[in-house]
C-alpha cells in the first residue's frame, strides 16, 4: 500500500523568508508525484507536479520540488514566501501502473506567513 | 474554459436523511474523483468514475454511492448520514486513463453539515 506523510503539520515563516515543506512517501511501484494548494474555504488547486523527466519541477510563483528516489522524498521549497502563500499545501501521489486514478494526500501542512 | 463545478455550495441535512452532491467535470473530461476532507482526518479517496463505470472505492461504508452520467457528471449520494459525515466533499476530473493522463483538477467543493 502507499502512504504519504507531510512532516510538518505547521510552518510559520516571516515574509521574504526561504521555506521548505517536507513530504516522504512510501511504495513499492512507481508513482506520480503532486503538490496541491489549498486556500480558505476553497477547492484544491495544483502547484507542481513530477511524472517523469526532470526531477526539479517548478510552478509559476516561484515554489521548485525536487523528486529523490532513493529518500522517497518530494520536499517543496520557496526561496522568499509572500504573504499571499499563506495557505494549507498537501503532497499526493498516483500510481503510474494506473496512468491516473485516484490521489493519495499527507495530511496537510500549514503554512503561515507573517509580516 | 469552466473548470469542475459543483452543486449546492453549503448543505444542512439532518442526520438520517439522505444527500446528494453533484459535480460537472471540465468540457472533455470523462473521469470524475470524489474525496472527503473531514477535520482532522485530512482528505480520503471516496469513489472513481471513469466513462460511466465505478472504477476504484475507497474505504467507505455502502451508503456512500454515487453515479456518472452519459455526459460524464456525476452524483454522489450520502445515505442514512451520521453527523460524522460533516466534511467537504471534493469532486476532481480528469482526461481518464492512459497516456492523456496527467493531473486532476478540483472543485470548490460542497460543505456538508449534518445536525
Known amino acids: 500500500a502507499q502512504s504519504v506523510t507531510q512532516l510538518d503539520s505547521q510552518v510559520p515563516v516571516f515574509e521574504e523568508a526561504p521555506v521548505e515543506l517536507r513530504c516522504n512517501y512510501s511504495s513499492s511501484v512507481s508513482v506520480y508525484l503532486f503538490w496541491y494548494v489549498q486556500y480558505p474555504n476553497q477547492g484544491l488547486q495544483l502547484l507542481l507536479k513530477y511524472l517523469s523527466g526532470s526531477t526539479l519541477v517548478e510552478s509559476i510563483n516561484g515554489f521548485e520540488a525536487e523528486f529523490n528516489k532513493s529518500q522517497t522524498s518530494f520536499h517543496l521549497r520557496k526561496p522568499s514566501v509572500h504573504i499571499s502563500d499563506t495557505a494549507e499545501y498537501f503532497c499526493?501521489?498516483?500510481?503510474?501502473?494506473?496512468?491516473?486514478?485516484?490521489?493519495?494526500f499527507g495530511q496537510g501542512t500549514e503554512l503561515s506567513v507573517k509580516p | 474554459e469552466a473548470g469542475v463545478t459543483q452543486s449546492p455550495t453549503h448543505l444542512i441535512k439532518t442526520r438520517g436523511q439522505q444527500a446528494t452532491l453533484r459535480c460537472s467535470p471540465i468540457s472533455g473530461h470523462t473521469s470524475v474523483y470524489w474525496y472527503q476532507q473531514a477535520l482532522g482526518l485530512g482528505l480520503q479517496f471516496l469513489l472513481w468514475?471513469?466513462?460511466?463505470?465505478?472504477?476504484n472505492r475507497g474505504n467507505f461504508p455502502p451508503r456512500f454511492s454515487g453515479r456518472q452520467f452519459p455526459n460524464y457528471s456525476s452524483e454522489l449520494n450520502v445515505n442514512a448520514l451520521e453527523l460524522e459525515d460533516s466534511a467537504l466533499y471534493l469532486c476532481?476530473?480528469?482526461?481518464?486513463?492512459?497516456?492523456?493522463?496527467?493531473?486532476?483538477?478540483f472543485g470548490q467543493g460542497t460543505r456538508l453539515t449534518v445536525v
Open positions: 476532481a476530473s480528469s482526461l481518464g486513463r492512459g497516456a492523456e493522463w496527467t493531473e486532476a483538477f
Open positions: 468514475y471513469d466513462e460511466g463505470e465505478e472504477r
Open positions: 499526493a501521489v498516483s500510481l503510474t501502473a494506473n496512468q491516473g486514478g485516484k490521489l493519495i
